[in-house]
């Protein structure tokens, strides 16, 4: 069917100290009803930069969209009025965030602040808008809503202030979820049954999800495709299974060797070679080449385009044929 969001050539430009960088470099997807997509990278690799772009949340200051379009439906967003995007942020398109407390009004009651949303979008009274919240914090698990409606955030834990910031999310019934890095926080028992939420969500509402992350093993446990970005760029982006089991990306195969599982015998966790590269000196051509093993000479002249290896798995590698899975027998591969 037709995606409910289609990114193209997304580039965003930063001002520098150093003058003025492109951050976020030529970044295509689609996300379809139903679907939930994994965008994984180191920090610094672009991933936040992109899904804040496609919620225009970018700071105005120091950030801004150079070109490409973010399709939201059937509406390039990419440049629309900011108070036309307004009503399309919580309507349209939700977010999360890693950091529930600093989203949450410390002194406003856990249903007021879901009633606020509802009733910035919707014309619902104060009484339909507090049931609809007691509503929506059943649908994300809160035990005994009813009298939790009144609840101010410092009562609730870690994962229940998480529920409650995605009851807000969805107040107002998008059809797409962005979240933001939203277990990382969270103890490992809480993080689970987040991603259980968000899962069951999609099941029962068709919501379409972009999780942000930097833990692969968190993409494997719910994402259906999976999007790997480096210095900006989009490395590699196809279906779990495929770019799990045959990365076609020597960074994403490195990324797969790094998981918890993949253990030396030491108790240590291989890590990638070098460091991540850095907005203000990103290397020419290929920007993994100062840290890859299969590194040719054309891979520090030329940026490697996307190529598709199989159905609906691409790769950004002059060598994407070469790339060997480095290890089997992971978690991430028992998915
Ligand atoms: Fe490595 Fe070259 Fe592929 Fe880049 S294009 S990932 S440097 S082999």
Redesign the pocket.
Known sequence: GTPVLSVRDLVVGAKTPQGPRTIVDGVSFDLHQGQILGLVGESGSGKTVTCRALMRLLPATSLSIQSGSIRLIDQDIAHLPEDKMCQLRGSKIGMIFQNPTSHLDPVMRIGEQIAESIRFHENASRREAKAKAVDLLRQVGIPDPQSRVDNFPHEFSGGMRQRALIATALACNPGILVADEPTTALDVTVQAQILRLLLDLRDQRGLAMILITHDLGVVAQTCDSIAVMYGGRLAEIGPKRALLREPR???TARLIACQPGASTGYGLMPSIPGQPPSVNAFPSG?R??PR?D???PI?QQEH?PMREMAQDHFSA???AEDVVPLRTDTDVNQA
Do not use: D, G, N, Q
């Open positions: 990306h020597p960074y290929c993994f080449h890859c299969l590194a040719i891979c490697p590698c002059h060598r």
